[in-house]
């Protein structure tokens, strides 16, 4: 049986998207061939890495990747907006056959101590986490 293709998108591809790539990957990477972008690409936040790394996720394959790397040239069956920028933003993906929009705050924009943000990271990879293996298991 053929893996289905899923392409997780926000604006920087430097955590949600990063995230939620490796949680997918992991929870059915059997079933799935999964891939993240972002619009206006940068690096992975160091906090991503360490808040994923604390639940066993490893990111050292992943990369933060722009659009252009995909657009036109592969197709999914899933493309999976995961903030509202990006959503807006790319209204149109062509080769794109099922279109979802999962809206995660961004963690990179949460204001306090260190602490803090990683505890905000972790929320939100918590709530990314809980909403794949939800959307699994209506599959």
């Not at 992991?26 to 604390?54: C, H, K, Q, Y």
């Not at 903030?83 to 056959?97: I, L, N, T, V």
């Amino acid at each position: 049986m053929e893996k289905q293709r899923v392409l997780f998108l926000c604006t920087g591809n430097t955590a949600r998207s990063q995230m939620a790539e490796a949680i997918l990957r992991r929870a059915a990477g059997g079933r799935f061939e999964v891939f993240s972008a972002g619009l206006d690409p940068g690096t992975i936040n160091p906090d991503t890495i360490a808040v994923m790394e604390a639940a066993g996720y490893d990111l050292s394959g992943q990369y933060s990747k722009g659009l252009d790397e995909y657009l036109g040239k592969q197709s999914f069956d899933y493309l999976i907006t995961v903030c509202s920028d990006a959503e807006d933003r790319c209204p149109f993906f062509p080769g794109a056959g099922k279109r979802l929009h999962w809206p995660f705050d961004d963690p990179a924009k949460f204001d306090g101590t260190h602490a803090e943000k990683l505890a905000e990271f972790r929320r939100v990879r918590d709530q990314i986490e809980a909403k794949i293996n939800g959307w699994l298991e209506g599959r």
